[in-house]
């Protein structure tokens, strides 16, 4: 087994002590970790207003944090989506299901109070490929 942090500059600087995310190599199989994205602007560090540009920006960030690690959306085997309000759900959703295509990701939806920066929305992705 081996592993790699990954940085991308198109997306958020991590919060804390984390990566953005870890590439973890099994035998053929590669594997991408990603730390949980809320919908800050990488230019800005602002979080963008309402559930709908968030969900947006966070998938963007997710996008480009995949990217760095040689993955896209489109390996997602399992999100988590963490809410501020679960009343919130069906506008997060209209904007999730256009990330996505099928066979859809796996994914759990939990409420979750006090996200960082007070943000509406957190995913967070596991995505996989065949090995290099």
Not at 35 to 46: E, H, N, R, T
Not at 54 to 65: I, R, S
Not at 127 to 132: D, E, I, N, T
């Amino acid at each position: 087994m081996s592993r790699a942090a990954v940085a991308s500059a198109d997306a958020p600087k991590a919060l804390g002590p984390y990566s953005q995310a870890q590439v973890v190599q099994f035998g053929a199989a590669r594997f991408c970790y990603t730390a949980g994205q809320v919908g800050l602007d990488p230019k800005s560090g602002q979080l963008v207003e309402g559930i709908g540009p968030q969900t947006k920006q966070v998938l963007a960030n997710l996008d480009a944090v995949l990217g760095a690690a040689g993955f896209t959306l489109a390996d997602t085997v399992k999100t988590t989506v963490f809410l501020a309000d679960m009343a919130e759900f069906d506008a997060m959703n209209k904007v999730y299901e256009t990330a996505f295509r099928a066979p859809y990701p796996a994914r759990s939806t939990v409420a979750a109070a006090g996200l960082p920066k007070d943000a509406r929305v957190e995913i967070e992705i596991v995505a996989a490929r065949p090995g290099l």
